[in-house]
């Protein structure tokens, strides 16, 4: 099943209704899916909108916050506001200092990272990865030497503490993106999904979370979910197309022309599709639907805006 993230995503409010398919240009072939142009008042802004509240007072100014509606956290931001790492990946130049969390308890709670080191992040996510009751907090946290890295926290004894990360790139201005956090490889528990340098020829990761750590379960080159100074993380979306039980995901390839599904077999992550378009993606992608019925809507650098069916 999709995790929380991806729920939320489907709930965005996506409607067939929202959108009128004028045929403009014939449907393009993709393997077996097509690529249908769409007319619609929102194609400036994407097929998905933003939900998630802004980061209250003292949190980034472009931050949002992330919520889950059970589990011992329930809210999660970034604060403490610094422009001491000055890559500016995500266009202002500012990042997160620290990470707060609201707990069940209605307790408000702060971790502070040292000077070294900042979120180089809108906002957190949240998610039970190992499903014992306990929930994660997914950050994307950098050095200001060695560049980006996945870090996961959580509850103990009544502290946010770190419990698990990637480990650090290992160079200064090198950034990843998050891509999904749901089953994608059909074990227990839940993987994450992360692109590592979408700028520069991206490699695209699957790690599980078990005991307190992270294990690489897959990895594949070739692809992008962010384009430099854009604000815009959620380039990707997850479905389960081929009704196998696990979720595939699709994003951009590294030149963000093609939109790419990976899904896993029994020896990894593997392609399942390549669906060429006339322009970059440059918008978050939605998804409708499920299975076999599957259809992402895609927003276009040059302001079109297409569904992506079988």
Known sequence: MLSSIFKG?????????LFLLIPLVPAIAGDDWKVTPVV?????SGPVPERRMRAPSGGLPDGLVASLPDGDIRKAWYGAPTKRYGHAVLGD???????????????????????????????????DLDNDGVTEVITIRSSLSDGASVAIYALQ??????????????????????????????????????VRTPHIGGTLF??????????????MDGFSNHFIGSRELRLSAGSDVNNDGRTDLALPSDDRRTLLIVGFGDD?????????????????????????ST?????????????ISR
């Open 157 to 194: 004894n009544g502290q946010l503490v770190e419990r698990a990360s990637t480990g650090f790139i290992g160079r200064a201005n090198r950034w990843l993106n998050i891509a999904g956090i749901a089953d994608f490889d059909g074990r227990p528990g839940l993987e994450i999904a992360f």
């Open 93 to 127: 130049g500012i990042e997160a200092g620290s990470l707060l969390v609201t707990t069940a308890d209605n307790e408000t709670l702060e971790l502070v990272l040292p000077k070294t080191e900042v979120f180089e992040d809108r906002y957190p996510r949240l998610a």
């Open 9 to 17: 995503l489907r709930n965005t409010g996506i409607s067939v209704s």
């Open 40 to 44: 619609t008042s929102s194609a400036a």
């Open 206 to 219: 699957f790690f599980s979370y078990a005991d307190g750590s992270l294990s690489q379960v897959g990895a």
């Open 268 to 292: 990894g992550p593997a392609e399942l599709a390549q669906i060429p378009l006339h322009a970059r993606i440059d918008k978050a992608i939605g998804v409708e639907g499920g299975g076999q």
């Open 295 to 307: 259809v992402f809507v895609v927003g276009l650098e040059d302001g079109s805006m297409v569904r």
